[in-house]
Structure formats: structure tokens, C-alpha cells
């Protein structure tokens, strides 16, 4: 390997046919970012720009054996978890995921689409606090996925402790479903709320942010950025792709990713500094 190969990043996601969300939209976000991605296919879906119409999870089998090529053949910088499928793929994506556990990890705790269909045979709520979230570097649960993960929780900041007391070392709440005028993200550790990060509010609905977000995240940890820095990074990223949007169907935006390849004044972005 020559010293310009880019950093491995591995994800586990469902495939989603439209490309806007799931390991198409990793896949694209990673590379943009100056990564190689190395996806695995956790399930495939059924699904346009306005609703899964359905999907099927991928056998466990096949699951543990796409992880254990990559991980037994490429130096993976960062994992990054998305749509899972059911709680037979989380419980052997985290058996697989303990014999690594100097990786940094980041969980996207996908349980519904952008339209509120379900993405899994069964609820995974517990199953992910169980085995997936105590290994996180860092999770990114929207709004109404961390007040499904800690339901009994009264508040934001109760949420987030909640799961930080299972383990995991960051939890960065997304804030598209508030009812703000920015859109507010919050990052917390141990220590508490860290930083507020307020991005500008956009007009329209968007197919597939979250999973740009989270992989953007992933991509700026297999660049050994740090947590701040690199979230500020993963955050431009994201917002440019949706204010770059185009809507190709008859529901929501798709978030353009290679948004810098033909939008002047934009190059093409380097490895992050």
C-alpha cells in the first residue's frame, strides 16, 4: 500500500435503490470525503422517494461474512452502523464488532425511515443499547430516535446520558425534527453538553441526511480528526450536500454528494486538515 491510499471505512447499511440513503449514500459520501468505502449489505430494501414499499434483511450468515473479508483483509480506519434489519445482524455485527475494539465506531441507530416506515423485522431498541451502543465512539440518533432509545428520559440532555451511561463516549443528538429556526446539533460526552452547532434551516424535505451525516462523521474519524473539529467538518459537508439537493422523484430531495464536481467554485475536496 502506497502512503496515498486512502483510509478503509466499513459500513453496514441496507441498500436502498433510489441512492439516496442507506450504503449508496455511504458509499458516495466516503469516497467524496477521501475514503474508501468497504460496505456491507445488511438488508435490501424496496423503497422511492416517498416511502419503503419493503425490504428483506440479508441472512446472518452472509452478514458475518462480508464484515470478517474486510476486516481480516484491509486496515479499517473507522465503522460506521447503519439500517440493520433485525436483532440476529446487531447481535452478530457486535460479537464481530468486540474483537475490534480499537476502531472507532459510529452508530447510526436507523430504526424508521425519513417517512416513518420501520426499518427492522423486530424492535431493536433494547438489543442496540445491549450490544452496539456500549461500543460506540459516537452515535448521531435524530430527535425522535433517542427518545425511542430512552424512553422514559424527560428531556434532551436526560436522553443523552442515558445512553452515555451504557458506554458509548459521544452522542451527537441531530435536530432537523425540532421545531427551531436553525437546526440545532447537540454534542455530548461525560462531561455534559460540549457544543451547540446551529446550521441553517432549509426549505424541503431531504431522503437520505442522516446517513450522509453519520457517514461524513465516520470519514472524518478514519482521518484521525478529532471529535469537534471533525464533526464541524462532517457538518459543512452534509449541508452542502442538501443545499446542493435535486429531486429526481416525486417525494423527497437526494442530497448530492459530488456536489463539488460540477459547482463552480468548488473543487474537489482534499483529505480534511
Request: net charge negative.
Amino acid at each position: 500500500m502506497t502512503n496515498t491510499a486512502p483510509p478503509v471505512v466499513l459500513t453496514f447499511s441496507g441498500s436502498d435503490p433510489t441512492g439516496g440513503a442507506g450504503v449508496e449514500a455511504d458509499i458516495l459520501t466516503l469516497a467524496s470525503m477521501g475514503c474508501h468505502p468497504a460496505p456491507v449489505i445488511t438488508a435490501v430494501t424496496a423503497q422511492d422517494t416517498v416511502e419503503v414499499k419493503q425490504f428483506t434483511a440479508t441472512k446472518t450468515e452472509l452478514v458475518i461474512a462480508q464484515a470478517r473479508a474486510i476486516l481480516e483483509d484491509m486496515p479499517v480506519a473507522a465503522i460506521k452502523t447503519g439500517m440493520i434489519g433485525n436483532i440476529a445482524n446487531l447481535s452478530a455485527i457486535a460479537t464481530i464488532l468486540s474483537d475490534y475494539p480499537s476502531i472507532p465506531l459510529i452508530v447510526d441507530p436507523v430504526l424508521a425511515s425519513g417517512g416513518g416506515d420501520e426499518l427492522s423485522d423486530e424492535p431493536l431498541e433494547d438489543a442496540l443499547k445491549t450490544l452496539l451502543i456500549p461500543m460506540a465512539s459516537l452515535i448521531t440518533p435524530n430527535t425522535l430516535e433517542i427518545k425511542r432509545l430512552a424512553n422514559d428520559a424527560d428531556s434532551l440532555d436526560a436522553c443523552a446520558h442515558q445512553l452515555l451511561s451504557l458506554g458509548c463516549r459521544h452522542v451527537l443528538i441531530t435536530g432537523s425534527h425540532d421545531n427551531t429556526e436553525d437546526i440545532l446539533h447537540r454534542l455530548y460526552s461525560n462531561a455534559g453538553l460540549i457544543k451547540t452547532f446551529a446550521v441553517k434551516r432549509l426549505t424541503g424535505d431531504f431522503h437520505g441526511s442522516g446517513c450522509t451525516l453519520a457517514s461524513a462523521c465516520a470519514a472524518s474519524f478514519a482521518h484521525g480528526i478529532n471529535i469537534e473539529d471533525g464533526l464541524v467538518h462532517a457538518l459543512k459537508y452534509t449541508e452542502n450536500t442538501l443545499t446542493h439537493a435535486y429531486r429526481l422523484g416525486m417525494g423527497q430531495n437526494l442530497p448530492n454528494r459530488l456536489y463539488w464536481s460540477h459547482v463552480s467554485g468548488n473543487p474537489t475536496p482534499k483529505k480534511p486538515s
